[in-house]
C-alpha cells in the first residue's frame, strides 16, 4: 500500500514536471531573435528564464538531492538571480537558444533517474513528499507566468495562443455585491500543504474583527469610472508615494490601456480589442488599486482578511483540484473571465473569483509569519521580507493549479503591473 503510494507519487510528479516543460518550451517557441532580446528591463530575455529553469532543477534535484557532479558549473553564476538584476541579463554570456534547450532536456534525463531511485519517505524535508520536486515543478510554472508578462510587454502578435473563451456566465445580480465576515479567530497559512513554500508556514491562529469584502474582482467598467471621475488628477486618493509615482512615471490608466473614440481599447498579446467592461481589471499597481480603494469609500483587504474569505482548505471550493468549473487557471483562457463565471468556485462565505482570473493586491507588506524557518534557502522569500513589497494572492488565469492555493503568497513593489494583477476591495464594520 506504501509502495503503491509512493509509486503513485513518482507517477504525478513524472507528469507534472512533462507538462511544465512542455509548457515552457511552447512559451518559448520563437525565433532567436525574440529569444534573445530584452522586451522591457523589468524582464529578463526568454532564453535566461528558459536555462534559468533548468539549472534550478541542477542545484536543488540533481546537486542537492541526487549528489550528482555538476554538469555545468561555468554557467551557475550566469543564471543567479541575486548576481545580475534583469536590466544587465542581455549582456550576460547566456547559452543560445538551442544550447539552452539541449541544457535543459540534459538535466531533466538525470531528474527523472534521481526521481525512480529517490526515496520519499525519507526523513530529509528535501526529499520527504517529493518537497523538492514539488519546488522545481511550481518553480518552472513561475518562470512560465513571468514569461507570458514578457510577451505582453513585447506587443507583438502570434507569439501567445489565444486559448479557450473563459465561462461567459454574467454575475448573479440578487446576490449583495459585498460579503460579510463574522469577527473571530481563524488559522492562517498552512502546516500541512506538502509543497507549500516557507512563506507560508507555519500555520497560526489570526483574530479579525468583522469585515465586508467585494464579491468579485473590481472589473474594467467600474475602474474605468475612477479614470473617468479623473481619478488620476486627484492627490486625494493617492498615498503620497503612490502621488510622486502618478506624476512621475505620467500613469493615466491601466498599463495597456488607450482611448480611442470615447471607448477604451487594451492591448492583449500584440492585438488591441475594446476592454470588456465585465472582466476583472488587470495589469493595475497596488497603488492604483490602493487609489480606486479609497475612491470607492472602501480599503484594500489586508492578506489575513483575504485568506479567511478563502474558508480555510486548499482551495475557496474546498480540497478537491481546480477544474473548468471552479477557477480560470493555467492560461487554459488567455485572459481574466468575467465576474460571476464562477459560482462553483464560491468559497463557504459566497466570495467568488478568489483563487485564478488576477493576482489581487492585498494591504499587507510581504512579512513572515510568526515562527517562520527559511527552507531551503533564504533567498526564496526571506531576503525579501520588510515593508518593500506588498503581497498579492489568489493566482491569475496565468498561473498553473499546482503553483496557488488559499495560503500560497506573491509579491511585488507597489508601483509593479506588468503582472496578471488586480484587486477587490473591503471595508470595516460600518
Ligand atoms: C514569487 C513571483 C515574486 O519571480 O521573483 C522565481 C518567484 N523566485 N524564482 C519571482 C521566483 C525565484 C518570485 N515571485
Ligand atoms: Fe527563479
Known sequence: NDLRDVTALKERIAAELAAVRDRSLAYTDADDETLLRQHSPLMSPLVWDLAHVGNYEELWVLREVGGVTPLRPEIDDIYDAFKTPRKDRPSLPMLAPDEARRYISGVRGRVLDVLDAVDLDDSDPLRAGGFVFGLVLQHEHQHDETMLATLQLSRQPG????????????????????????????TM????????YDNERPAYRVHLPDYWIDRYPVTNGAYAAFVE??????????????????ERAGVEAPLFWTKD?????RIRFGREEQVPEDEPVQHVSWYEADAYARWAGKRLPTEAEWEKACGGRLYPWGDAQPGLEQANL???????????????GASPYGVEQLVGDVWEWTDSWFQPYPGYRSFPYKEYSEVFFGETYRVLRGGSWATHPSAVRTTFRNWDHPIRRQIFSGFRCARSES
Not at 507569439?159 to 456566465?169: H, I, M, S
Not at 471621475?229 to 502618478?246: A, C, I, K
Open 330 to 344: 493555467g492560461h487554459h483562457a488567455a485572459r481574466p473571465a468575467p465576474v460571476g463565471a464562477y459560482p462553483g
Open 189 to 196: 497559512g498552512t502546516g500541512t500543504v506538502p509543497w507549500a
Open 159 to 186: 507569439l501567445v495562443r489565444d486559448g479557450a473563451l473563459p465561462p461567459g456566465r454574467s454575475p448573479n445580480l440578487s446576490a449583495a455585491p459585498e460579503v460579510h465576515i463574522p469577527g473571530g479567530v481563524f
Open 261 to 265: 473614440g470615447g471607448e477604451w481599447w
Open 229 to 246: 471621475d479623473g481619478g488620476y488628477r486627484d492627490p486625494q486618493w493617492w498615498v503620497p508615494r503612490g502621488w510622486e509615482w502618478v
